[in-house]
Protein backbone atom coordinates (compact mmCIF):
# COMPACT_ATOMS: atom_id res chain seq x y z
CA UNK A 1 0.00 0.00 0.00
CA UNK A 2 1.54 3.76 -0.79
CA UNK A 3 2.50 5.79 1.75
CA UNK A 4 3.54 8.99 3.30
CA UNK A 5 7.77 9.13 3.54
CA UNK A 6 9.46 11.68 5.99
CA UNK A 7 12.98 12.27 6.63
CA UNK A 8 14.99 12.45 8.59
CA UNK A 9 13.20 10.63 11.49
CA UNK A 10 15.17 12.51 13.87
CA UNK A 11 16.64 15.80 13.87
CA UNK A 12 18.33 17.76 16.30
CA UNK A 13 19.46 21.47 15.80
CA UNK A 14 20.39 24.36 17.90
CA UNK A 15 18.61 26.93 18.73
CA UNK A 16 18.38 29.49 15.62
CA UNK A 17 19.39 27.29 13.18
CA UNK A 18 17.34 26.44 10.41
CA UNK A 19 15.73 22.82 9.89
CA UNK A 20 14.18 21.35 6.22
CA UNK A 21 11.81 18.77 6.97
CA UNK A 22 10.97 16.13 3.75
CA UNK A 23 7.92 14.40 3.02
CA UNK A 24 6.94 12.74 -0.47
CA UNK A 25 3.61 12.22 -0.35
CA UNK A 26 1.69 9.50 -1.98
CA UNK A 27 1.92 10.03 -6.04
CA UNK A 28 -1.54 10.61 -6.86
CA UNK A 29 -2.57 12.63 -3.77
CA UNK A 30 -2.71 16.56 -4.56
CA UNK A 31 -3.17 18.30 -1.00
CA UNK A 32 -0.34 18.09 1.64
CA UNK A 33 -0.36 18.83 4.99
CA UNK A 34 1.91 19.75 7.92
CA UNK A 35 0.94 18.91 11.23
CA UNK A 36 3.08 18.84 14.58
CA UNK A 37 2.53 17.40 17.98
CA UNK A 38 4.27 18.62 21.14
CA UNK A 39 5.04 15.33 23.23
CA UNK A 40 1.88 14.08 25.35
CA UNK A 41 0.18 16.96 23.53
CA UNK A 42 -3.16 17.40 20.40
CA UNK A 43 -2.10 16.81 16.81
CA UNK A 44 -1.89 20.88 15.73
CA UNK A 45 -3.02 21.31 12.40
CA UNK A 46 0.15 23.99 10.65
CA UNK A 47 -0.25 24.38 7.15
CA UNK A 48 -2.33 22.99 4.27
CA UNK A 49 -0.96 23.22 0.32
CA UNK A 50 -2.62 22.96 -3.02
CA UNK A 51 -1.82 23.61 -6.68
CA UNK A 52 1.87 25.02 -5.20
CA UNK A 53 0.39 27.35 -3.08
CA UNK A 54 -0.57 27.81 0.78
CA UNK A 55 -4.68 27.10 1.00
CA UNK A 56 -4.62 27.42 4.83
CA UNK A 57 -2.82 28.03 8.11
CA UNK A 58 -2.89 28.71 11.39
CA UNK A 59 -1.84 30.88 13.86
CA UNK A 60 1.30 28.65 14.89
CA UNK A 61 2.90 28.74 11.11
CA UNK A 62 4.61 32.54 11.67
CA UNK A 63 7.29 33.80 9.58
CA UNK A 64 9.45 31.27 10.46
CA UNK A 65 7.85 28.50 8.70
CA UNK A 66 7.88 28.12 4.61
CA UNK A 67 6.22 25.44 2.82
CA UNK A 68 7.57 24.20 -0.79
CA UNK A 69 7.17 21.55 -3.06
CA UNK A 70 10.04 22.13 -4.86
CA UNK A 71 9.35 19.13 -7.31
CA UNK A 72 6.54 16.74 -8.40
CA UNK A 73 7.43 14.59 -5.25
CA UNK A 74 9.00 16.05 -2.39
CA UNK A 75 7.00 18.47 0.39
CA UNK A 76 9.02 20.05 2.45
CA UNK A 77 8.38 22.29 5.74
CA UNK A 78 11.03 24.85 6.67
CA UNK A 79 11.92 26.48 9.76
CA UNK A 80 14.17 29.65 9.68
CA UNK A 81 15.51 29.87 13.31
CA UNK A 82 14.24 27.11 15.38
CA UNK A 83 13.36 28.18 19.09
CA UNK A 84 13.20 25.49 21.83
CA UNK A 85 9.13 25.53 21.40
CA UNK A 86 9.64 24.40 18.22
CA UNK A 87 10.26 20.78 19.61
CA UNK A 88 7.82 18.59 18.70
CA UNK A 89 7.44 15.53 16.54
CA UNK A 90 6.13 17.03 12.43
CA UNK A 91 3.99 15.13 10.48
CA UNK A 92 3.21 15.20 7.03
CA UNK A 93 -0.10 14.11 5.75
CA UNK A 94 -1.91 13.53 2.47
CA UNK A 95 -5.31 13.14 0.72
CA UNK A 96 -6.25 12.52 -2.82
CA UNK A 97 -9.40 14.69 -3.16
CA UNK A 98 -10.20 17.50 -0.03
CA UNK A 99 -13.36 18.07 -1.56
CA UNK A 100 -14.72 14.63 -0.99
CA UNK A 101 -14.80 15.87 2.85
CA UNK A 102 -14.51 12.09 3.86
CA UNK A 103 -11.72 10.89 1.94
CA UNK A 104 -8.79 9.67 4.29
CA UNK A 105 -5.61 11.92 5.21
CA UNK A 106 -2.35 9.52 5.26
CA UNK A 107 -0.01 10.35 7.47
CA UNK A 108 3.73 9.71 8.12
CA UNK A 109 5.54 8.66 10.49
CA UNK A 110 6.74 11.64 11.45
CA UNK A 111 10.09 14.05 12.15
CA UNK A 112 11.26 14.22 15.76
CA UNK A 113 12.99 17.47 16.32
CA UNK A 114 14.65 18.61 19.14
CA UNK A 115 15.86 21.82 19.43
CA UNK A 116 18.93 22.12 21.91
CA UNK B 1 -16.30 27.22 20.54
CA UNK B 2 -15.44 23.57 18.55
CA UNK B 3 -14.81 20.85 20.79
CA UNK B 4 -13.64 16.99 20.97
CA UNK B 5 -13.24 15.55 24.61
CA UNK B 6 -12.13 11.83 24.51
CA UNK B 7 -12.32 9.77 27.93
CA UNK B 8 -10.94 7.90 29.23
CA UNK B 9 -7.74 9.94 29.34
CA UNK B 10 -6.11 6.70 29.87
CA UNK B 11 -6.88 2.76 29.81
CA UNK B 12 -5.32 -0.78 30.82
CA UNK B 13 -6.98 -3.75 30.37
CA UNK B 14 -6.17 -7.50 29.82
CA UNK B 15 -5.23 -8.97 26.36
CA UNK B 16 -8.39 -10.48 25.27
CA UNK B 17 -10.88 -8.37 26.80
CA UNK B 18 -12.64 -5.94 25.33
CA UNK B 19 -13.02 -2.36 26.33
CA UNK B 20 -15.09 1.11 24.96
CA UNK B 21 -13.50 4.37 24.04
CA UNK B 22 -15.80 7.82 24.42
CA UNK B 23 -16.08 10.88 22.30
CA UNK B 24 -18.01 13.76 22.70
CA UNK B 25 -18.09 16.57 20.45
CA UNK B 26 -19.73 19.97 20.46
CA UNK B 27 -18.31 21.18 16.67
CA UNK B 28 -20.41 22.87 14.42
CA UNK B 29 -21.14 22.28 11.28
CA UNK B 30 -20.59 18.67 11.13
CA UNK B 31 -19.36 16.27 8.37
CA UNK B 32 -18.00 13.49 9.56
CA UNK B 33 -16.37 11.84 12.59
CA UNK B 34 -13.39 10.28 12.31
CA UNK B 35 -10.95 8.27 14.93
CA UNK B 36 -7.32 7.30 14.78
CA UNK B 37 -4.85 4.98 16.15
CA UNK B 38 -1.61 6.56 17.03
CA UNK B 39 0.97 3.79 17.95
CA UNK B 40 3.98 5.52 19.64
CA UNK B 41 6.43 7.80 17.95
CA UNK B 42 4.53 7.17 14.81
CA UNK B 43 2.44 9.04 12.40
CA UNK B 44 -2.43 8.37 13.13
CA UNK B 45 -3.59 5.51 10.90
CA UNK B 46 -7.34 6.12 9.98
CA UNK B 47 -9.78 3.49 11.60
CA UNK B 48 -12.82 4.88 10.11
CA UNK B 49 -14.77 7.60 9.11
CA UNK B 50 -18.44 8.33 9.56
CA UNK B 51 -21.10 10.76 8.63
CA UNK B 52 -24.08 12.11 9.99
CA UNK B 53 -26.04 9.56 8.45
CA UNK B 54 -24.41 6.54 9.81
CA UNK B 55 -25.01 4.88 12.83
CA UNK B 56 -22.15 2.08 13.10
CA UNK B 57 -19.00 1.50 11.50
CA UNK B 58 -16.68 -1.59 11.78
CA UNK B 59 -12.85 -2.21 10.54
CA UNK B 60 -12.12 -5.79 11.40
CA UNK B 61 -12.14 -6.05 16.13
CA UNK B 62 -12.70 -1.84 15.79
CA UNK B 63 -16.75 -0.95 16.02
CA UNK B 64 -17.28 2.66 15.85
CA UNK B 65 -20.57 4.28 16.71
CA UNK B 66 -22.01 7.61 16.02
CA UNK B 67 -25.11 9.15 17.64
CA UNK B 68 -25.40 13.05 15.85
CA UNK B 69 -28.07 13.61 18.06
CA UNK B 70 -26.49 13.38 21.63
CA UNK B 71 -23.03 14.36 19.53
CA UNK B 72 -21.21 11.35 20.92
CA UNK B 73 -19.34 8.53 19.21
CA UNK B 74 -17.41 5.28 21.15
CA UNK B 75 -14.71 3.04 19.52
CA UNK B 76 -15.36 -0.41 20.82
CA UNK B 77 -12.42 -2.86 20.89
CA UNK B 78 -13.47 -6.53 20.74
CA UNK B 79 -10.52 -9.51 22.13
CA UNK B 80 -8.07 -6.53 22.59
CA UNK B 81 -4.29 -8.07 21.13
CA UNK B 82 -1.26 -6.65 22.61
CA UNK B 83 -0.46 -4.66 18.91
CA UNK B 84 -3.91 -2.49 20.05
CA UNK B 85 -2.09 -0.52 22.60
CA UNK B 86 -1.98 2.88 21.09
CA UNK B 87 -3.37 6.30 21.39
CA UNK B 88 -7.02 6.40 20.13
CA UNK B 89 -8.02 9.46 18.92
CA UNK B 90 -11.26 11.02 17.89
CA UNK B 91 -11.65 13.90 15.36
CA UNK B 92 -14.58 15.73 13.70
CA UNK B 93 -14.56 17.74 10.56
CA UNK B 94 -17.00 20.68 10.02
CA UNK B 95 -16.52 20.25 6.54
CA UNK B 96 -14.20 20.19 3.49
CA UNK B 97 -14.23 24.33 4.27
CA UNK B 98 -12.64 23.68 7.49
CA UNK B 99 -9.43 22.09 9.48
CA UNK B 100 -10.35 19.17 11.93
CA UNK B 101 -10.88 18.71 14.99
CA UNK B 102 -8.77 17.00 17.13
CA UNK B 103 -9.26 15.54 20.11
CA UNK B 104 -6.60 14.96 22.93
CA UNK B 105 -6.91 10.81 22.58
CA UNK B 106 -6.90 7.72 24.81
CA UNK B 107 -3.38 5.81 25.95
CA UNK B 108 -4.75 1.97 25.51
CA UNK B 109 -2.42 -0.17 27.17
CA UNK B 110 -3.16 -4.11 26.83
CA UNK B 111 -1.40 -5.85 29.40
CA UNK B 112 -0.64 -9.66 28.73
Known amino acids: EPEVTQTPSHQVTQMGQEVILRCVPI?????FYWYRQILGQKVEFLVSFYNNEISEKSEIFDDQFSVERPDGSNFTLKIRSTKLEDSAMYFC??????????????FGNGTRLTVT | KNQVEQSPQSLIILEGKNCTLQCNYTVSPFSNLRWYKQDTGRGPVSLTIMTFSENTKSNGRYTATLDADTKQSSLHITASQLSDSASYIC???????????WGAGTKLIIKP
Open chain 1, 27 to 31: SNHLY
Open chain 1, 93 to 106: ASRADRLIDNSPLH
Open chain 2, 91 to 101: VVSPGSNYQLI
